[in-house]
């Protein structure tokens, strides 16, 4: 009782430059202007170069995969940060947006990029009807239908033996180049995440995190919040079926392994790993985990535990996600006071 | 028999709770009164050990930092550093603000929840009590938790409070929202459950009226710190608190 030790607590300061350069006129200085374009730089210059500096045609491709996956993870927390709804739908996305670009290349001759500017539309179209039923209830519904139409759509093409069977639509057009469809993943990776970023700052972005919030408060507002709700959707199953038209170009294919459920989990992980809620985090989370996985493949099936391993270790240790941490370190600095 | 002395919160470099120390004594009924973001409900989480739980969840999820500085005495035992479960067994109960029943169970179930520290014999006579002091509830038994009227929400919340055989019972707000009417009933009831079942109660609440009748010892808390302190009528006589506590 009463003992007068000294008593410390560590105090979290926003840094000073972060303070000046939040406000858009206070950006006097170069200093202060590469505080807030470095970070931003840095994952745009760094992205431009990848394909360059990349050793064989195997890590070429893979970085394909990590744009594809990026696109899904980036709409994965798009979905579930600002609008509320947990997607396990990647797959589907993948899968119609794969099917449908390679029907149009193949029987109707369509060329690569045009397919895939078709199918993202029209399969985003599709997907947001499909789910259209789903989106005025709260909880776990959407989950479970986005989880269940892949699995229904595969085994559709498997037993009605349409759109290929089980052998799948061979011999699509690939991309004109290496180098075009490397850039182009890139760019519409870079694109949709600084897109995303700007919508949801911008006033349908304030109503979808609104429906998030609650949402009898935003219809007593008088919105609808399906309509709000299936734009959104639209928006993310968009930036789904692209990744998935890519795909069955890149390997000039498309099967029933589009439905596969990786599509739908590796960009959750990504997200957990990468820090929900960020955006940027879930690239940065498909930049780690889907190399890794490449690596991991020398280990054979033991690459599915060495995996949930790490992913486990990274929900006990690091919650946050680590572009949440990182965005902490950056802004803010630390230290101890008395109290 | 409980001592805080020193108790100090930072919300992130928040103050929340500024030097706050006080005593409850037995079989006593202390009052916390003070405006909205005063620190009352922070007080309470920080008594409960509630706030440890916070602090660890935002420490997880990185979000902000909970600082607890001070100590908390509780029958000549330090349990500054206990878990709000440990605290709970040995009988410090929070009812926390809001209610916080279990709006999915019945009235029943949420009893029973309430009495998982407790042995049967316990529960049963419990149980027979608080129907007794709640009279409400027993014709309730069998109603979804949800479905209640806010007055009937507090009785159960109280009700489930004491199914943990508390021995220090922290009220937190409890006439928040509810006609006076039923405010004058729960003050009776609190009055009665400290005279039978002699515990010790804080009580919080923003307008002090209501409740002073029934209350030994106060403290006004006013931007997380302690202003004042006083028995019921020195407090009564001071014309700053009469005007912004007492509504007289």
């Known amino acids: 009782m009463g003992t007068e030790q000294e008593q410390r607590r560590k105090e979290r300061l926003d840094r000073g430059i972060k303070v000046r350069s939040d406000g858009l006129y206070a950006l006097m200085s170069w200093r202060e202007l590469s505080y807030l374009t470095v970070p ?300 | 028999m409980l001592e805080a002395t020193g108790l100090m919160v930072f919300y992130e470099n928040m103050l929340a709770l500024n030097n706050v120390s006080l005593q409850c004594g037995d079989n006593e009924i202390v009052g916390v009164f003070g405006a909205n973001s005063a620190g009352k409900s922070t007080l309470m989480y920080t008594l409960s050990g509630i706030m440890e739980d916070i602090r660890k969840k935002e420490d997880m999820a990185g979000g902000e930092r909970i600082t607890v500085l001070g100590r908390i005495r509780y029958l000549g035992e330090d349990i500054t550093n206990l878990k709000p479960s440990s605290r709970a067994r040995k009988g410090i109960v929070l009812c926390p603000e809001r209610r916080r029943i279990f709006s999915e169970s019945t009235v029943m179930e949420n009893l029973r929840i309430g009495a998982y520290l407790a042995t049967p014999a316990q529960t049963r006579e419990t149980l027979d009590y608080v129907f007794k002091v709640f009279p409400a509830l027993q014709t309730l038994r069998k109603r979804i938790g949800g479905f209640l009227s806010g007055g009937e929400q507090q009785m159960l919340a109280i009700a489930r409070a004491l199914m943990a055989q508390p021995r220090l019972l922290l009220l937190d707000e409890p006439l928040m929202g509810l006609s006076p009417l039923i405010q004058a009933m729960l003050v009776r009831a609190t009055s009665e459950i400290r005279r039978e079942k002699s515990i010790s109660i804080i009580v919080t609440e923003q307008y002090a009226r209501p409740v002073l009748p029934i209350v030994d010892y106060a403290f006004i808390l006013e931007n997380g710190a302690a202003v004042l302190e006083g028995g019921r009528e020195e407090l009564l006589s001071n014309p700053d608190v009469r005007s912004a506590y007492f509504g007289v």
């Open chain 1, 40 to 339: 931003r730089m840095v994952l745009i210059v760094g992205f431009l170069i990848l394909p360059l500096i990349m050793p064989s045609m195997y890590w070429e491709r893979v970085i394909s995969i990590v744009c594809i996956y990026a696109l899904l993870a980036i709409s994965f927390d798009f979905m579930a940060h600002f609008l509320g709804l947990v997607s396990l739908g990647g797959a589907f996305f993948i899968g119609v947006g794969g099917y449908i670009s390679a029907v149009l290349n193949h029987s109707l001759g369509l060329p690569p990029l045009v397919s895939i500017a078709v199918s993202t539309i029209v399969g985003a179209l599709i997907c947001t009807l499909v789910l259209l039923p789903c989106l005025p209830l709260r909880g776990v519904y959407f989950a479970i239908v986005t989880l269940m139409y892949p699995l229904f759509l595969a085994r559709l093409i498997e037993a009605l033996n349409i759109l290929g069977g089980t052998d799948g639509i061979m011999g699509l057009d690939s991309f004109p180049g290496r180098w075009i469809e490397q850039y182009f993943m890139i760019l519409m990776v870079l694109g949709f995440l600084f897109g995303m970023r700007r919508l949801v700052n911008t006033d349908l972005g304030l109503v979808l995190r609104a429906v998030k919030d609650n949402d009898q408060a935003v219809r007593a507002s008088g919105m609808s919040i399906t309509f709000y709700k299936a734009i959104a959707v639209f928006i993310a199953s968009a930036m789904g079926c692209l990744g998935g038209a890519c795909l069955v170009h890149i390997y000039m294919w498309a099967g029933i392994s589009l439905f596969a459920l990786d599509f739908s989990i590796l960009p959750i992980a990504a997200t957990v790993i990468g820090g929900s809620g960020t955006l940027v985090g879930p690239l940065l989370g498909c930049l780690i985990l889907v190399p890794i996985s490449e690596l991991l493949r020398a280990f054979g099936t033991l690459r599915i535990v060495f995996y949930s391993l790490i992913l486990v270790g990274f929900i006990v240790l690091r919650s946050e996600g680590l572009m949440v941490y990182g965005q902490r370190k950056y802004h803010q600095f630390e230290r101890w006071v008395r109290v």
